[in-house]
């Protein structure tokens, strides 16, 4: 038994011992094109998000990248949870591939939308102001707390294996010995700790499988909950799904293959295995051409050939500008693949690795083909979108797969890939080690204790009942905490105390300040012309630093007060500095009136919206004025403003 077993242990710890060429020449070159994503990164920040080519279409590579890697991350609830779930035993050298790939692919996606936002530190925003009504907001939730439970769901089963590390890696250097140390948490294989293993994966477990179905039901949501042409669909929550589950099995395979030929462990990882997770690819593929089918079809047989927006969106993936990538997706990345994974001669191991690669490209396409084309269909009286992703976004996008596979590939570096107490331990006799408890000391870390039974058969029905339960009141306890750090949040950026309800509603606009904040943005102001604007009283000013926004309000108790606040605000003034590349826009709506003011501002009047709206541009600067005036007394008060603070 002991010799076959060490020789099994070295085996698995071999990859984290030694290091060749190939590994620090990926390392390098990875890491190089992290470092060039950062630099762009770089360069849209400093000059904002023009140098990208999301103008007439908002979101691009960002936001696609982050549902792509969102979906794949939904592999290791799969692999891991669900079959842990169901008792299958071929799950077990592949879990922790899966769980990896999980950690890896939400860090990375986590960071897209911070690079989307242009302006990263205005997450802080997100919360402070965030509202609970707001798909947004379940999204920062969601994924916060998936993270969070998917790292977890990672630890957790790593430490008998990260204590054998400890044990058995006697050549490595200081700062790793000292992390295996940390990381193993003093684990000596006792009952109590194989118990308290077994309980914390019972949980963890219930909760991924929670998870990896609401997150990116949740996902789907920010776009179904969209009024825009396209998202207008019930099913988007299990095509997402769906199509994230399909992407990760096919990202595991191809780490599969990569593990069995550059690693050596072609015995733990066999042409077994690979032959299942190619069934399962299968049946995930027919699924997502059921639910292609069914999602186009009902639309088309309603709107193509018609006039009607959807009409023209079909049309345009079926046969217009955005055909190439939707049928790319179509053929290449589910009808190929399909016949890849069912012809008896190409089920083998380079069909299936080809099979996964097709499947990936085709479901970033599928993002792809679910976030542009929609956004370029003119919703009001404009042109078509565009959307050419420039250098920028190109190079970040490079850098995100790079950073993606580089976690990869350094976790494989320091922990073993395939689980050593899931494999090797589970094949030996727990009766036996307990006969020669002192003959085979590194086998008690990781051969659980008869009495702990980990893999024992989860009460599926009482498990779930017991972690909904929790789930429930953590979720009232979060909503309830929620609000209350909102409501201190805004009290103390109102720096008065408790928040009243003027700075509840208004806090959305900066903190309170007076008229020092115009010193900061560079004006000079005459105090006495600015307390009252024809018969409205100044009652506030507030002062967003990170906008460079002062806001004003009015109060005026002879006109009709602002339905934006709770509480009368009959005029508000926003002034901000834009810099020297904004200015009024060249083309003009018919509905609004173009004229000069005394000293030179260009003045933009849109009478048609609610509230009425006057815009003043000169130097640099914007000013915005709204209230339920006619337009000579909208005139009037930009006149006054401009001789208060512009120069």
């Known amino acids: 038994m002991t010799a076959s ?46 140098v990208t080519g999301l103008r007439t279409v908002v979101w691009g590579f960002y936001i696609i990248n982050f549902v792509f890697f969102i979906g794949i991350s939904h592999v290791g609830a799969l692999i891991s949870a669900i079959l842990r779930l169901t008792g299958s035993d071929w799950r077990r050298p592949i879990t922790r591939m899966a769980e990896a790939v999980t950690f890896a692919s939400l860090f990375v996606a986590m960071l897209m939308p911070l690079i989307d936002l242009g302006r990263p530190d205005r997450i802080l925003n997100l919360l402070m102001f965030g509202r609970i009504q707001s798909p947004l907001i379940w999204d920062f939730i969601a994924i916060g707390t998936y993270f969070v439970t998917s790292t977890l769901y990672l630890y957790v089963p790593m430490i008998p294996d990260i204590a054998v590390l400890r044990d058995s890696v006697k050549d490595a250097s200081s700062w790793r010995r000292r992390l295996y140390s940390l990381l ?70 191809i780490i599969m293959a990569l593990v069995r030929k ?21 049946a995930l593929v027919l699924i997502l051409v059921y639910l292609t089918i069914n999602e186009h079809l009902v639309v088309g047989y309603k709107y193509l050939g018609t006039k009607e927006l959807e009409g023209v969106w079909l049309s345009s993936l079926f046969w217009g500008s955005y055909a190439p990538y939707f049928w790319v997706q179509i053929v290449g990345g589910l009808i190929v693949p399909a016949f890849l994974l069912a ?62 596979m580089l976690i990869y590939l350094v976790f494989t570096k320091l922990f073993p890939i395939v689980s050593i107490w899931e494999t090797v331990g589970h094949e030996q006799a727990p009766a036996a080690l307990a006969a020669e408890p002192s003959a085979y000391p590194v086998l008690k870390l990781i051969v659980p204790h008869p009495e702990a039974q980990v893999e024992r058969p989860i009460e599926v029905r009482r498990s779930a009942m017991k972690t909904v339960a929790v789930a429930a009141v953590g979720l009232v306890a979060g909503l309830v905490g929620g609000a209350q750090l909102k409501s201190l949040i805004k009290a103390l950026s109102s720096g008065r105390g408790a928040a009243t309800p003027l700075r509840r509603s208004l806090g959305v606009l900066g903190i309170a300040s007076d008229m020092s904040a115009f010193n900061d943005l560079g004006l000079r102001v005459r105090r006495e012309a600015l307390q009252k604007l024809g018969s409205a009283r100044l009652t506030s000013i507030r002062y967003n630093r990170q906008a460079a926004l002062i806001s004003l309000a009015f109060h005026d108790p002879s006109t009709r007060s602002l339905t934006l606040y709770d509480e009368p605000v009959s005029v508000l003034v926003l002034i901000q500095r834009i810099g020297d590349k904004l200015g009024p826009p060249e083309t003009i709506l018919p509905n609004v009136t173009k004229f000069e ?35 000579e007394a909208l005139k009037r008060f930009a006149m006054q403003i401009e001789e208060a603070i512009l120069k």
């Open 597 to 631: 003011l005394p000293r030179g501002s260009v003045a933009l009047l849109n009478e048609k919206t609610s509230p009425p709206k006057l815009e003043v541009w000169q130097n640099h600067y914007k000013v915005s004025i709204l209230g339920y005036y006619g337009a």
């Open 262 to 282: 550059l690693l050596g462990l072609d015995a733990f990882i066999t042409e077994k295995h690979l032959h299942t997770m190619a069934k399962l690819m299968l």
């Open 184 to 253: 193993s948490l003093n684990w000596m294989g006792t009952p109590e700790q194989w118990r308290i293993l077994e309980q914390a994966m019972r949980i963890l477990t219930i909760l991924i499988v929670f998870m990896v179905i609401t997150v990116h039901t949740v996902v789907s949501w920010d776009f179904a909950m969209t009024l825009r042409v396209g998202w207008n669909s019930t099913i988007f929550g299990p095509y997402f799904v769906a199509g994230a589950v399909l992407s990760g099995v096919a990202t595991v395979i």
């Open 343 to 404: 012809y008896p001669g190409t089920r083998n191991i380079k069909g299936y690795l080809a099979a996964s690669i097709l499947v990936n490209i085709g479901m970033w396409l599928e993002r792809w083909n679910i976030v542009v084309p929609s956004l370029a269909v003119p919703q009001l009286p404009y042109p078509w979108g565009t959307y050419v992703p420039t250098w920028v976004e190109l190079s970040i996008t490079a850098g995100a797969f790079s950073l993606f």
């Open 5 to 50: 077993t060490y020789l099994k242990i070295d085996a698995l710890i071999r990859p984290v011992q030694r290091h060749g060429t190939l590994f620090y020449v990926a390392f390098a070159t990875l890491l190089a094109v992290v470092a060039w994503g950062v630099y762009a990164w770089s360069v849209q920040l400093a000059t904002g998000l023009g």
